[in-house]
């Protein structure tokens, strides 16, 4: 950094006075560095303030609207990611034009007199469809994302020089706005890697990011695992969580950091099948005065979080669980740009931390908002009538291995013996229907893994027996991010203890693309039984903004004017597709819905407000059925102890290890002395101390789980959030159980616990027992 300072220094004083950062035509020449305690702008202390906003996540006609608007609220910086697989979506061809002309963006923040930080990846999480990576490098069966695999490394190093040609110039040093660029993204919730994340730093620097502070992000709980000496760290957390303990650790390791949560989550993403969510404006805007109370710098993540248009969504795992495609986030600026209550709140507190004498501009007036009659006339173009080329193979095989990176795939196979019992799909990604003869059989959802099909009557030698798979998003999170779509490996029937695979497919490669989906022979009629593209006219005078309502249709994607919208499920919670007006035109416009299951009536109306919180699925599952009782009467405890106070991680060995599969905490009493137990994250451990896989658990039961306020299931102990967490409900009191499937028997030699992040750490459990058996317990 030191070099920094002096060609910082020098190019003051070649410019004589620099006022600082400007948006007039003429290039003046910054710098931005880490100083002690504080970020230093052209050697001025700054606390940085930065929105989070997604460039592919809002169009790019209303990237200025959004901008102003972050602006108007207080903020002085934008954080964004950059999404590897948006730019290069066949390997060796990058795209970054249009909506995806990352420059063009961070050119239009300065124009507007704002800071950037880029935080490049190559991994990005964001709920964005495999965190960011492209489906490609699926391609390679043995490929290992996220380590120094040498073809993947070799990817990486491809593109970011591609960023670095966009991005490098526009560094506050030579003249532009980009003032911190991220290396890598949480790793430590990944894995423990020094020599992987000090390679991606390297290739960060190749790609000419070297004149401005480059940083990592991660955990309060895990940040030291990868930390690198020459990188300044920063930690993320969210709405509630304790600020002077979350910057506990670092201040201890580094004293004189400046310090920054690099995301502070506003709100939260949203899952198909589960409760929409929402954060307390009030709690958030404390944390973030808190903060600036304590002269720390943030990144709001996120401050408008927008759209995942067409197949960007990603997915959390495990259990497998899909994003919907808006990711409104409940952020102060809402899925469509419009400023909320929350967003009001938060900026008359920015406006007390502007700089001395400056008044806020106000904010942009939203677009104007259409409603669009009901289109109910269509053409029709039925799937199984209008299937592309096959190709061939002898053994089933993952999307990817037929070149395929989204959308659906059918598997046909003619059966060569009368076959009876059970068909097993190993495994379905993400969500299949089974045809025999064309008709259907039944549907496997991956969330649920359901991955057999109970054959209801034997299948004749002969049949043509079809399996349709949708793609939902590729995982975005842990190592689960390897998550090939299809069917990933064979399709049984297994009869008795028999086995049979089914070979000799066709395959047929469905893509999500317009071209795709645009070319089919659609002929006028009313809606069909099954999967069916629909395509219909319809009329505008003028355009604006709207909500396309898919309450009547099943599941699938939508298409209007050649772009891609996003996916619909009837489940919810999100029941609308938000249409930008930019997109549409005066006169006459096109809509395309794929529905694989078929709609109850074929019309889509526009409406002129969102639904995004209409579940229709018996959901959050709880794990507990009606009068069920867990019964520990005749158990023996293998441990009984005390939690501490406070917050963070806390360990408990036992005194002698057990073996077992089913694994209960029996929490007693609390610290507050209400009803309420709580847990964020938990974690067994196995025969060398340290924590066994999650990948296969299951919760069996727990006696208590709060819904009405939240997501607030047991399963939230083990779903890698730490920020998230299992509550019970507030009338019903101790004890409290939950009970863990391990998926296999371990050698437990004890457990870990995580309480609420908050300065009060709502819910935590003061005594408890814990009981772990090969047996499930007894209820
Ligand atoms: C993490 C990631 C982000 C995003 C948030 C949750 O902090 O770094 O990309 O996934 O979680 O919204
Ligand atoms: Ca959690």
Redesign the pocket.
């Known amino acids: 950094m030191k070099n920094l300072l002096s060609i910082g220094l020098s190019a003051l004083l070649a410019l004589g006075a620099v006022t600082g950062f400007s948006s007039c035509a003429e290039k003046q020449i910054s710098t931005f560095e880490v100083g002690k305690g504080t970020f230093l702008l052209n050697g001025e202390p700054m606390v940085v303030k930065a929105a989070e906003v997604h460039y592919p996540r809002i169009p790019e006609p209303y990237w200025e609207q959004r901008i102003l608007s972050c602006k108007a609220l207080g903020m002085n910086t934008l954080c964004l990611?950059v999404f590897w697989n948006l730019h290069e979506q066949e390997e060796g061809k990058f795209d970054f034009s249009g909506n995806k002309d990352i420059a063009a963006f961070c050119r239009l923040a300065q124009k507007h007199g704002m800071y950037v930080i880029v935080r490049p990846g190559p991994y990005?999480?964001?709920?964005?469809e495999m965190?960011g990576l492209p489906w490609w490098l699926l391609k390679k069966q043995d490929i290992q994302l996220r380590s120094l695999d040498p073809y993947y490394m070799e990817r990486v190093k491809i593109f970011m020089k591609e960023v670095g040609k966009q991005l490098a110039d526009l560094q506050i040093s030579r003249g532009g706005n980009i003032i911190m660029v991220q290396v890598e993204?949480?790793f430590g919730s990944y894995g423990t890697d020094k020599a992987y994340v000090s390679a991606i730093r390297d290739i960060v620097k190749e790609a000419g990011f070297t004149d401005v502070p480059l940083f990592q992000?991660d955990w309060s709980s895990n940040f030291t695992n990868n930390a690198l000496d020459d990188l300044l760290w920063t930690v993320?957390f969210g709405t509630g969580a304790n600020i002077e303990e979350q910057f506990k650790k670092l201040k201890e390791l580094r004293p004189e950091t400046p310090l920054m949560c690099s995301?502070f989550?506003s709100g939260?993403?949203d899952h198909w099948g589960r409760k929409h969510e929402t954060r307390d404006a009030a709690t958030m805007v404390s944390g973030i005065k808190d903060m600036l109370d304590r002269n720390i710098s943030f990144s709001l993540?996120?401050t408008h979080g927008g759209t995942t248009f067409g197949w960007w969504g990603g997915a959390n795992n495990p259990a497998y669980s899909a994003m919907c495609s808006s990711y409104d986030?409940d952020a102060p600026i809402s899925e469509a740009g419009w400023t909320t209550p929350k967003y009001f709140q938060l900026r008359e507190l920015l406006q007390q931390y502007a700089p001395e004498g400056t008044t806020l501009p106000e904010p942009p007036a939203a677009f104007p908002v259409i409603e669009v009659p009901a289109i109910t006339k269509w053409e029709v173009a039925p799937l199984f009538g209008n299937l592309p080329e096959p190709k061939q193979t002898e053994t089933i095989k993952p999307m990817e291995q037929f070149d395929q990176g989204w959308g659906s795939i059918l598997y046909r196979t003619t059966l060569k013996e009368n076959v009876s019992g059970v068909l097993h799909i190993d495994e379905v990604h993400d969500w299949a229907q089974v045809f025999a003869d064309g008709k259907l059989l039944g549907r496997l959802d991956r969330r649920h893994g359901e991955f057999s099909l109970p054959l209801k009557s034997a299948l004749k030698k002969g049949t043509q027996l079809d399996i349709l798979v949708e793609a939902m998003g590729r995982v975005?999170?842990d190592k689960s991010i390897h998550d090939r779509k299809g069917i990933t490996n064979k399709v049984e029937v297994i009869s008795g203890d028999k086995a049979t695979e089914l070979t000799d497919w066709k395959v047929y490669n469905l893509p999500p693309f317009y071209e795709f989906v645009s070319a089919k022979k659609y002929q006028s009629g009313n809606a069909v039984d099954g999967p069916a593209y629909y395509r219909a006219k319809f009329h505008l005078d003028k355009t604006g903004d709207t909500f396309l309502d898919m309450q009547t249709w099943g599941k699938g994607m939508v298409w209007v004017n050649g772009h891609a919208m996003g996916r619909f499920w009837e489940i919810g919670p999100q029941q609308t597709l938000y249409m930008p007006g930019c997109w549409l035109k005066e006169g006459e416009n096109e809509i395309i819905v794929l529905d694989l299951k078929g709609p109850s009536e074929a019309k889509v109306e526009g409406l002129t407000k969102p639904i995004l919180d209409m579940l229709r699925e018996k959901a959050p599952e709880t794990h507990r059925q009606d009068g069920q009782n867990l019964n520990l009467k005749s158990e023996t405890a293998v441990h009984k102890g005390t939690f501490a106070q406070g917050n963070g991680w806390q360990e408990v060995k036992f005194d002698t290890p057990v073996s077992g599969r089913y694994f209960c905490l029996n929490a007693l009493s609390n610290y507050e002395g209400n009803n309420i137990a709580s847990i964020a994250e938990f974690d067994v451990l196995g025969a060398d101390g340290k924590p066994v896989s999650r990948e296969n658990w299951k919760i069996v039961y727990a006696d208590s789980e709060e819904t009405r306020s939240g997501n607030r299931t047991a399963d939230k102990i083990f779903d890698l959030?730490e920020s998230t967490f299992w509550q019970t409900v507030d009338n019903t009191a101790y004890p409290h159980q939950v009970v863990i499937d391990l998926g296999k028997e371990y050698r437990v030699t004890g457990f870990r616990m995580l309480p609420r992040a908050e300065k009060n750490v709502p819910g935590l459990i003061r005594d408890y027992a814990v009981y772990v058996k090969k047996d499930n317990f007894k209820y």
């Open positions: 990611y990005v999480c964001a709920e964005w965190g993204n949480e992000c993320n995301e989550w939260w993403f993540y996120m986030y975005n999170f959030q």
